[in-house]
């Protein structure tokens, strides 16, 4: 089975600071991967994902995550915190073979101070 | 397109009770999963559906979890003589088969509470 690891349960930024989420697969064979937010009471909305070619993707609300198979990771970034950026992010991650089941990380919380 | 809509948005119920979610996928969406969620965790895949079939359930948490998807559109889920560790947050999200993977779209959950 698939894991994802989110380092850092939480992370504060100060507004118009970067963004840097990390995200950090297991599996030998590249996986699909995504991000997704969630907001309070909320469900998960998604923001970017990879599945082929270019390495760097961009996602909505001025994020953006890179894929690199040597590190096995897919960090999500944003050169500029926003108040509204305020949440919990999930990476997740699907096999190729399956492509159906994801596999969630724990989670970021991300606070930006005003 | 409406998006996922789940009812109801909270549940409490008394250890012992049966629960029953719902969820109601995009219209043109055939594949429907079902997700718990634990405070503090991420979601944690139960089952999927495709049309009517369940097409991967070994992970649902007990035998007291089932889900249905009679007619290919909505979905149950139901969980019979609930215990405190069934507190959670049910997501329930859907898809559209594609060629690789699908991007599941969620729902914004039932939140369980078991007294």
């Known amino acids: 089975a698939q894991s994802v690891t989110q380092l850092g349960s939480h992370v504060s930024v100060s507004e118009g600071a970067l963004v840097l989420l990390r995200c950090n697969y297991s599996s030998s064979v590249p996986p699909y991967l995504f991000w997704y937010v969630q907001y309070p009471n909320q469900g998960l909305q998604l923001l970017l994902k990879y599945t082929t070619g270019a390495t760097l993707v961009k996602g909505i609300n001025g994020f953006e995550a890179e894929f690199k198979k040597s590190e096995t990771s897919f960090h999500l970034t944003k050169p500029s915190a926003h108040m509204s950026d305020a949440a919990e992010y999930f990476c997740a991650v699907s096999d190729r073979n399956t492509g159906n089941q994801f596999y969630f990380g724990t989670g970021t919380s991300l606070t930006v101070i005003p | 397109d409406t998006g996922v809509s789940q009812n109801p948005r909270h549940k409490i119920t008394k250890r012992g009770q049966n629960v029953t979610f719902r969820c109601d996928p995009i219209?043109?969406?055939?594949?429907l999963y079902w997700y718990r969620q634990t405070l503090g965790q991420g979601p944690e895949f139960l089952t999927y559906?495709?049309?009517?079939?369940?097409?991967?359930k070994s992970r649902l948490l007990s035998d007291r979890f089932s889900a249905e998807r009679p007619k290919g559109s909505f979905s149950t889920l139901e969980i019979q003589r609930t215990e405190q560790g069934d507190s959670a947050m049910y997501l329930c999200?859907?898809?559209?088969?594609?060629?690789?993977?699908?991007?599941?779209?969620f729902g914004p959950g039932t939140r369980l509470t078991v007294l």
């Open positions: 999200a859907s898809s559209l088969q594609g060629i690789g993977t699908d991007t599941q779209y």
């Open positions: 559906f495709q049309n009517e079939a369940q097409l991967e």
């Open positions: 219209s043109e969406h055939n594949r």
